[in-house]
């Protein structure tokens, strides 16, 4: 069965601290995509980065960063020096699919990062 | 452009009542979602549709939700009768599929449904 594990429920950290968030993935697919979404206060989900099941390459953006790895079943998320305004819920989800006939997401319980100055 | 719009955003209501939540998708989308968030739950799909056809309704909690998707720019969640165990924030998302296989998702602000 396809499933999301995000273990931390909350994390807390002072500002320009560098914080990773954990997610470890179950599928029997050989092709799907991982995503991450933020949840700010105002309770919005914000898309964040995709990532396909064959591209194991490391993804940076700005102080964000992302580290995908099939032998741990892991996409960890990085956000280095973090910023009150990274205060959020932060869900991995897993995407699988028919083809052709979208994404079914599936995310994980979130980790709710608290930034504190 | 605008996003994905959902109305209301904010619903209260009495138990036994009819609630129609809505949804427009993003122009040019041919996926749509509708998922509940509660906080014991989580994030939870409800069900999808692909160029206006239900795939998935296996999330649907029981008879009480119906929904539709009459066309490609609209689409309605119903609940009849509701019950205080409704209450949760309900997000509709949508997407393209086709051969960029797993776009992302683009969610809408959400309707917060409060069931007394």
């Given at each position: 069965a396809q499933k999301v594990t995000q273990a931390q429920t909350e994390i807390s950290v002072v500002e320009k601290e560098d914080v990773t968030l954990d997610c470890v993935y179950e599928t029997r697919d050989t092709t799907y995509y991982l995503f991450w979404y933020k949840q700010p206060p105002s309770g919005e989900l914000v898309f964040l980065i995709r990532r396909n099941s064959f591209d194991e390459q490391n993804e940076i953006s700005g102080r964000y960063s992302w580290n995908f790895q099939k032998s741990t079943s892991s996409f960890n998320f990085t956000i280095t020096a973090s910023q009150v305004v990274d205060s959020a819920v932060y869900f991995c989800a897993l995407s699988e699919a028919?083809?052709?006939?979208g994404g079914k997401l599936i995310f994980g319980q979130g980790t709710e990062l608290s930034v504190k100055p | 452009d605008a996003g994905v719009i959902q109305s209301p955003r904010h619903e209260v209501t009495e138990m036994g009542q009819e609630v129609t939540l809505r949804c427009k998708p993003i122009s040019g989308h041919n996926s749509l979602f509708w998922y509940r968030q509660t906080m014991m739950r989580g994030l939870e799909l409800l069900i999808y549709f692909n160029n206006n056809v239900p795939i998935d309704d296996s999330g649907m909690p029981e008879d009480r939700f119906s929904a539709k998707m009459p066309n490609a720019s609209f689409s309605t969640l119903k609940i009849q009768p509701s019950e205080p165990r409704d209450s949760a924030v309900y997000f509709c998302a949508s997407s393209t599929s086709g051969r960029a296989l797993y776009n992302e998702q683009f969610f809408g602000p959400g309707t917060r449904l409060t069931v007394l």
């Open positions: 028919p083809y052709n006939q | -």
